[in-house]
């Protein structure tokens, strides 16, 4: 008797745990960039390109290509919010920097292009803390991609710290 509740509890049991597998990815968690390390991020940009005379919008996504922060300095163009928003979305999208990816696909950039929340320019950077990727940051607005790309790398470097324990 004993020996049958025995069996029957192990493979109610086995029965259970073959059926978890299936529902294991119903919610997942993922490490992504928060409201305030993106604003801080946008802030620091800004305040790179100004220290060159730059007059620039930065835009800071998650990894999904969701809108986290926006940052329009005083005499920056209207449009720059826009082009820096595609910025960010298409080194989402390439899990790359954008220069990075304009230089390596420069055969499908016109293609790209025409895709709404998208543009192949240098000035978007990938967002990474602890190996991954959780978000990008897009400015534009300096005289040239380089310069928009060399700002946003002085506002990751200078929040590193920050960055790195994101993904804790």
């Known amino acids: ?8 509890f192990l493979i109610s049991l086995s029965v259970i745990c073959i059926g978890i597998p299936a529902y294991a990815e119903d919610a997942i968690n993922e490490t ?7 604003r801080d991020i946008a802030n620091e940009a800004i305040t790179a390109c100004r220290k060159d005379g730059y007059h620039v919008s930065v835009v800071v996504v998650d ?6 922060a926006a940052l329009r300095d005083d005499l920056a163009s209207r449009f720059t ?3 820096a ?4 979305n298409m080194t989402v999208m390439a899990w790359t920097n954008s220069g ?6 420069d055969d499908i950039r016109q293609e790209l292009n025409h895709i709404d929340g998208l543009i192949v320019m240098d000035g978007g950077i990938k967002i990474v803390a602890g190996g991954y990727n959780i978000g990008a940051v897009g400015v534009s607005g300096a ?3 380089e310069k928009d790309a060399a700002c946003a790398n002085q506002a990751l470097k200078k929040l590193n710290e920050r960055i790195g324990f994101a993904a804790g």
């Open 1 to 8: 008797m004993k020996r049958q509740v025995i069996i029957r």
């Open 32 to 38: 992504n960039i928060g409201m305030d390390l993106a």
């Open 63 to 68: 990894r999904h290509g969701l809108l986290r």
């Open 81 to 83: 919010l826009e082009v």
């Open 85 to 88: 928003q595609r910025k960010a």
């Open 100 to 105: 990075q990816f304009k230089k390596a696909r």
């Open 143 to 145: 005289p040239g991609g």
